[in-house]
Nanobody, 124 residues
Framework: QVQLVESGGGLVQAGGSLRLSCAASGRTFNSKSMGWFRQAPGKEREFVAAIRPSGDNTYYADSVKGRFTISRDNAKNTVYLQMNSLKPEDTAVYYC?????????????????WGQGTQVTVSS
């Protein structure tokens, strides 16, 4: 089973950038869809971005499209989220998730492995 550990979160000024990493262990990483979700205080967990096993197909929430880029390096068992032009409303705990390919990448329920989360705080 895949195990996930996020890193790269921190405090950044509005307009700045961060790159999150999700390191995976396990032999099936390159057969999993990978997603990034986030949860702000008092809000529901929401979809941010996802990527299929080959990396050919990527998906983004409208709120981050054009600012965030998801990518994966299957040789390193790692998925990334490059976040540019950050806004205060991007402040949240960001979670990496892995799941099978036959469910929707947009739904949190589609994923069966989750990382511990990493805090991203964007100051105004």
């Amino acid at each position: 089973q895949v195990q996930l550990v996020e890193s790269g979160g921190g405090l950044v000024q509005a307009g700045g950038s961060l790159r999150l990493s999700c390191a995976a262990s396990g032999r099936t990483f390159n057969s999993k869809s990978m997603g990034w979700f986030r949860q702000a205080p008092g809000k529901e967990r929401e979809f941010v971005a996802a990527i299929r096993p080959s990396g050919d197909n990527t998906y983004y929430a409208d709120s981050v499209k054009g600012r965030f880029t998801i990518s994966r390096d299957n040789a390193k068992n790692t998925v990334y989220l490059q976040m540019n032009s950050l806004k205060p409303e991007d402040t949240a705990v960001y979670y990496c998730a892995a799941g099978p390919t036959y469910y929707s990448v947009y739904s949190a329920g589609s994923y069966d492995r989750w990382g511990q989360g990493t805090q991203v705080t964007v100051s105004s």
